[in-house]
């Protein structure tokens, strides 16, 4: 079993910046793909950014690249997510998720952190 653990969500402005972390605990070591994901209200849940846990594969969706980057730190167990040029529309419940096979299957969820942004 793995817990995912997520801080750092809050209210922000435009133009703002925040950093999510995910804090990992239990079978770490079984991890092979971190993802986070966000879901809006009335909106279908999306990945925003995933990464390997070595660090050598990573994705962002478009309408975030240039603006977010993912990363992870092997040694405390943890992924965090800087977001920086926040707008409006990237208001949502961010979810951290760990995938252990590579598979695009992620099996452990965090309990979400919900990051609003104002214009």
């Known amino acids: 079993q793995v817990q995912l653990v997520e801080s750092g969500g809050g209210l922000v402005q435009a133009g703002g910046s925040l950093r999510l972390s995910c804090a990992a605990s239990?079978?770490?070591?079984?991890?092979?793909?971190m993802g986070w994901f966000r879901q809006a209200p009335g909106k279908e849940r999306e990945l925003v950014a995933d990464i390997t846990w070595s660090g050598s594969t990573i994705y962002y969706v478009d309408s975030v690249k240039g603006r977010f980057t993912i990363s992870g730190d092997n040694a405390k167990n943890t992924v965090y997510l800087q977001m920086n040029s926040l707008k409006p529309e990237d208001t949502a419940v961010y979810y951290c998720a760990a995938d252990p096979t590579g598979s695009g299957r992620y099996a452990y969820w965090g309990q979400g952190t919900q990051v609003t942004v104002s214009s």
């Open positions: 239990g079978r770490t070591f079984s991890m092979h793909v």
